[in-house]
């Protein structure tokens, strides 16, 4: 069939919160550098967070495009313009408007179809929670692939606690217990699992997951952002003894080789990214600790008072991204007094979005503070930074084993419960003594050197003939298959 067949179509559905949306354009991209012609569909107000890069696409000669689908905000009781779950997380955890959120997304069924009608793609790479995306896809004899937005050793660790249940038998919440099934002796605690893992608890959440689980083993299969080299063990059993159809293709953070696809990112404000980048060129290489808890996590005035005095104390140079609740209006009550003039130089504080794989590919960053959602732990990885990890919620926690325990590029911060959006409490000391751990000494190096070299084989992954090249490939030849 070769070169004579029809031009593979394939349609990109991203879940509407920045931590999904950004892989799967990425994604939608590498495709489209194959040969693929990608249509990502998304609503009126997300569509400008990322129209300027895939008009640079385009401009290369990519077949790509986007196609909006009205996002029936009023229609499920959200209000008008809630069109991203960021907006709705943004302060304090709201279970109603989440649930009209997801109420929200499930009437895009209808819309969707038609429009998987009038353009007949040959596959639906849909994001897990549309679970109703297999029925669409069905509809028009085409696969639909999942995307997680996470890699194979979270994905193991959730099946392997659902099949087990080891949780159950523990003695109280802060007994650790082994994750049975799974390689490398991995211990988790009952404090640190997801809210919707307790099934027991009978409520729209955790019906809501039941349905995402079904919904990934009836797909066609699961397409995975992670590498082979980062996790073979996990990778093999994924497939081989859960017996899943998956591909790895990436990282895929690091197709974007242009400095203003790396800064755009999802982005959403208008601060200026080269302001911190000429900060960042006057540092020496490896010496300023970066900070940051991605675009949900929100910490409260106590939390970060904590962060600025660990940080003051380690004694070293740092950038710190803050988003702040909306009700604070400039209160600055979460900084020790005369913080930002002591710290003149030293200290950048960011209020609001950062280009963060631009700061992770700087020479002078050497250490990252994060809550471990996995497009970050990528990303750190991609960049050979090692990290303190500080997990929040989502599957967050099993990152950090991870981090610590698998790849063992960084140490834990010590956080010990798994909170929906604000984190656990850490104090200043846990702070300083992580963020020295990562940064000076024999064992800061030893973390480093490790983190260099899986940054090495991260960008051979996606290189010509590299593991997740040549899965991306097999996965398109499967497509073409299926077609006929």
Same mark, same amino acid.
């Given at each position: 069939?070769?070169?004579?067949?029809?031009?593979?179509?394939?349609?990109?559905?991203?879940?509407?919160?920045?931590? $999904?949306?950004?892989?799967?354009?990425?994604?939608?991209?590498?495709?489209?550098?194959?040969?693929?012609?990608?249509?990502?569909?998304?609503?009126?107000?997300?569509?400008?967070?990322?129209?300027?890069?895939?008009?640079?696409?385009?401009?290369?000669?990519?077949?790509?495009?986007?196609?909006? *689908?009205?996002?029936?905000?009023?229609?499920?009781?959200?209000? /008008?313009?809630?069109?991203?779950?960021?907006?709705?997380?943004?302060?304090?955890?709201?279970?109603?408007?989440?649930?009209?959120?997801?109420?929200?997304?499930?009437?895009?069924?209808?819309?969707?179809?038609?429009?998987?009608?009038?353009?007949?793609?040959?596959?639906?790479?849909?994001?897990?929670?549309?679970?109703?995306?297999?029925?669409? #896809?069905?509809?028009?004899?085409?696969?639909?692939?999942?995307?997680?937005?996470?890699?194979?050793?979270?994905?193991?660790?959730?099946?392997?606690?659902?099949?087990?249940?080891? $949780?159950?038998?523990?003695?109280?919440?802060? /007994?650790?217990?082994?994750?049975?099934?799974?390689?490398?002796?991995?211990?988790?605690?009952?404090?640190?699992?997801?809210?919707?893992?307790?099934?027991?608890?009978?409520?729209?959440?955790?019906?809501?997951?039941?349905?995402?689980?079904?919904?990934?083993?009836?797909?066609?299969?699961? +397409?995975?952002?992670?590498?082979?080299?980062?996790?073979?063990?996990?990778?093999?059993?994924?497939?081989?003894?859960?017996?899943?159809?998956?591909?790895?293709?990436?990282? +895929?953070?690091?197709?974007?080789?242009?400095?203003?696809?790396?800064?755009?990112?999802?982005?959403?404000?208008?601060?200026?990214? $080269?302001?911190?980048?000429?900060?960042?060129?006057?540092?020496?290489?490896?010496?300023?600790?970066?900070?940051?808890?991605?675009?949900?996590?929100?910490?409260?005035?106590?939390?970060?008072? =904590?962060?600025?005095v660990g940080l003051e104390a380690s004694g070293q140079q740092f950038i710190w991204v803050v988003r702040r609740d909306?009700?604070?209006?400039?209160?600055?009550?979460?900084?020790? =007094?005369?913080?930002?003039?002591?710290?003149?130089?030293?200290?950048?504080?960011?209020?609001?979005?950062?280009?963060?794989?631009?700061?992770?590919?700087? /020479?002078?960053?050497?250490?990252?503070?994060?809550?471990c959602g996995w497009n970050s732990t990528l990303e750190a990885v991609s960049a050979g930074v090692p990290m303190v990890?500080?997990?929040?919620?989502?599957?967050?926690?099993?990152?950090?084993?991870?981090?610590?325990?698998?790849?063992?590029?960084?140490?834990?911060?010590?956080?010990?419960?798994?909170?929906? *959006?604000?984190?656990?409490?850490?104090?200043?000391?846990?702070?300083?003594?992580?963020?020295? =751990?990562?940064?000076?000494?024999?064992?800061?190096?030893?973390?480093?050197?490790r983190a260099k070299a899986v940054a090495g084989m991260a960008k051979r992954a996606i290189e010509n003939g590299g593991?997740?090249?040549?899965?991306?490939? #097999?996965?398109?030849?499967? *497509?073409?298959?299926?077609?006929?």
């Amino acid at each position: 069939m070769g070169s004579e067949s029809p031009q593979l179509h394939i349609f990109f559905f991203p879940f509407m919160a920045h931590g $999904h949306m950004i892989p799967t354009i990425d994604m939608a991209k590498l495709f489209a550098s194959q040969g693929v012609k990608a249509t990502i569909i998304t609503t009126p107000l997300n569509a400008p967070l990322f129209s300027k890069s895939i008009q640079r696409a385009r401009d290369l000669g990519f077949d790509i495009h986007i196609r909006t *689908l009205k996002f029936p905000a009023v229609e499920a009781g959200l209000p /008008e313009g809630c069109e991203n779950v960021d907006t709705i997380t943004s302060n304090e955890p709201n279970k109603g408007l989440l649930t009209k959120f997801a109420v929200a997304t499930s009437m895009l069924q209808e819309p969707l179809e038609h429009l998987l009608q009038e353009c007949r793609p040959d596959c639906l790479v849909a994001d897990m929670f549309f679970p109703w995306a297999n029925d669409a #896809a069905a509809k028009f004899g085409m696969p639909r692939l999942v995307f997680h937005g996470t890699g194979f050793f979270p994905l193991c660790v959730s099946e392997c606690i659902k099949l087990y249940e080891p $949780h159950k038998k523990a003695s109280s919440d802060s /007994e650790p217990f082994v994750v049975p099934g799974l390689p490398g002796d991995i211990k988790l605690t009952r404090k640190q699992l997801p809210d919707f893992v307790f099934e027991d608890i009978q409520d729209d959440r955790t019906r809501f997951f039941k349905q995402v689980k079904e919904s990934d083993l009836k797909s066609y299969g699961i +397409v995975v952002n992670s590498f082979y080299e980062l996790e073979p063990a996990y990778a093999d059993h994924f497939r081989q003894v859960l017996g899943r159809k998956a591909w790895h293709i990436g990282p +895929v953070s690091l197709y974007n080789r242009g400095i203003e696809d790396k800064a755009e990112r999802g982005k959403q404000a208008s601060i200026d990214e $080269h302001e911190c980048l000429k900060w960042l060129d006057s540092k020496k290489p490896n010496s300023v600790v970066y900070v940051c808890f991605g675009s949900v996590a929100n910490f409260n005035s106590a939390q970060l008072m =904590e962060i600025a005095v660990g940080l003051e104390a380690s004694g070293q140079q740092f950038i710190w991204v803050v988003r702040r609740d909306k009700a604070d209006k400039g209160n600055e009550d979460w900084l020790p =007094e005369g913080f930002e003039k002591r710290m003149e130089g030293k200290g950048l504080i960011i209020r609001g979005w950062a280009p963060q794989v631009l700061i992770l590919d700087h /020479e002078a960053t050497g250490g990252f503070v994060t809550h471990c959602g996995w497009n970050s732990t990528l990303e750190a990885v991609s960049a050979g930074v090692p990290m303190v990890t500080w997990p929040v919620a989502a599957e967050q926690f099993y990152n950090e084993k991870f981090v610590t325990q698998v790849v063992k590029n960084g140490v834990a911060v010590g956080v010990q419960q798994w909170t929906r *959006l604000v984190g656990d409490f850490v104090k200043s000391e846990n702070v300083e003594k992580a963020v020295k =751990e990562i940064m000076v000494g024999d064992k800061a190096e030893e973390i480093r050197s490790r983190a260099k070299a899986v940054a090495g084989m991260a960008k051979r992954a996606i290189e010509n003939g590299g593991s997740s090249n040549s899965s991306l490939k #097999a996965l398109i030849e499967e *497509l073409k298959l299926c077609r006929h």
